[in-house]
């Protein structure tokens, strides 16, 4: 079992930014890789990055591409993503998860569909202002 808590959440003003934080207990996560989705009113869950175990790489949404960053630090057992330059499009409920099937290298159909995921964290609110 894995506990995943997210925090880092907030309101900010249209083109402000956020640093979201994803904290792992009771497993390592150094050994997985990380996803970050969200979740808006009404819309169904979707991707926005994901990197890989050692963090050597990466992925993002076409959305998010160039201004959000996901970004792990593993002594710490945390991963996260900060989001830059803030529209009001972003606003959703923001999700870690962890898969335990290496998804970064089974390709962009797997580790952007939610349902691979593993252990997901309860959510952190971002809501941007226009």
């Known amino acids: 079992q894995v506990q995943l808590v997210e925090s880092g959440g907030g309101l900010v003003q249209a083109g402000g930014s956020l640093r979201l934080s994803c904290a792992a207990s009771e497993r390592t996560i150094s050994n997985y890789d990380m996803g970050w989705f969200r979740q808006a009113p009404g819309k169904e869950r979707e991707f926005v990055a994901v990197i890989a175990w050692s963090g050597g790489s990466t992925s993002y949404a076409d959305s998010v591409k160039g201004r959000f960053t996901i970004s792990r630090d593993n002594a710490k057992n945390t991963v996260y993503l900060q989001m830059n330059s803030l529209k009001p499009e972003d606003t959703a409920v923001y999700y870690c998860?962890?898969?335990?099937?290496?998804?970064?290298?089974?390709?962009?159909?797997?580790?952007?569909?939610?349902?691979?995921?593993?252990?997901w964290g309860q959510g952190t609110q971002v809501t941007v202002s226009s």
């Open positions: 998860a962890l898969d335990t099937d290496r998804a970064y290298t089974r390709g962009i159909a797997y580790y952007t569909n939610s349902r691979n995921y593993d252990y």
